[in-house]
């Protein structure tokens, strides 16, 4: 049975963690975690539960250090799979080991894609054009451990993992993402952004969700409404597919002749 490892950076994530945990005790084969400098109890509830193998902490706010010292940690555990989240975000309850062996089985897909949805309250879930056209892109993944792997050494929103070559497949397995429904973790998670790129502001204004149209989660991943909305966002997915690589395609020809290219992105 291949070996999965959950990667988790976190600060000040007593909200979460206990759910968090419930969840991905029951998915991991152990946990790794870089804690920047909790003083909310998360480090002691993290370090005391038998799933995390591996626990370090840093002090000052550095994204992209800290996902590559937490990648380190994971590697230290010799994974076959690895899977990195943050404490805000859980799979649905639905899903178990046996979901993610049969992924795990395939000897082709190197990455798999999931969708996170942006939770409003613990009902009801973020659905405007905007958020739809955001979650139809599967940007958490689980990857199959290579040497090429690698973070991004950015201070802030270090991208999901790089340098993992081959097929990826996006599944329909869904992760609730909670981080919004706390106004209070929002605000001080803004004001910790503001601190570091103030000409974000509109962006940071968005994470309060106001004025979003509001759909109500259901937990059956066959429920015929939730089987219609996967098709849907499929749509959404396939109609932004053409901007995208016409976009790469053009940065691409823009770096190999920078001088001579004078095409621009529709």
Same mark, same amino acid.
């Given at each position: 049975? *291949? ?18 945990? !419930? ?41 992209? +250090? ?8 994971? +590697?230290?555990?010799? *994974? ?43 009902? /009801? ?14 940007? +958490? ?5 290579? *040497? ?12 999901n993992v790089k340098g993992i070559k081959g097929i990826t497949?996006?599944?329909? /397995? ?14 001080? !998670? ?33 429920? *015929? ?28 020809? +823009? ?12």
């Amino acid at each position: 049975m *291949p070996k999965l490892v959950v990667m988790l950076r976190v600060k000040d994530g007593v909200f979460f963690v206990h759910e968090w945990l !419930k969840c991905f005790e029951k998915i991991a084969d152990e946990i790794v975690v870089l804690d920047n400098g909790s003083t909310d109890g998360t480090f002691e509830i993290l370090n005391a539960h038998p799933k995390v193998a591996a626990i370090q902490r840093t002090f000052d706010y550095h994204e992209g +250090r800290d996902k590559i010292l937490m990648y380190e940690l994971a +590697r230290s555990r010799q *994974p076959d799979w690895c899977l990195w989240l943050d404490v805000d975000e859980i799979f649905e309850p639905e899903l178990t080991r046996a979901h993610f062996d049969r992924l795990m089985s395939n000897k082709t897909v190197n990455k798999y894609g999931f969708r996170r949805f942006h939770f409003i309250d613990r009902e /009801y879930f973020a659905a405007s054009w905007y958020r739809l056209n955001y979650i139809s892109g599967h940007d +958490r993944v689980l990857w199959r451990e290579a *040497p090429g792997g690698y973070f991004q050494d950015l201070i802030i929103d270090s991208p999901n993992v790089k340098g993992i070559k081959g097929i990826t497949w996006n599944t329909s /397995y869904r992760l609730k993402h909670l981080g919004y429904i706390n106004k209070e973790i929002v605000d001080k !998670k803004a004001t910790l952004y503001r601190s570091i790129i103030p000409e974000k502001e509109a962006t940071f204004q968005r994470m309060y969700l106001s004025g979003e149209k509001r759909l109500r989660w259901i937990d059956n991943r066959n429920h *015929p409404k939730v089987l219609f909305l996967n098709m849907f966002l499929n749509v959404i997915q396939v109609k932004n597919l053409f901007p995208k690589a016409l976009r790469k395609a053009i940065n691409r020809i +823009r770096k190999a002749d920078p001088a001579g290219a004078t095409l621009k992105a529709a």
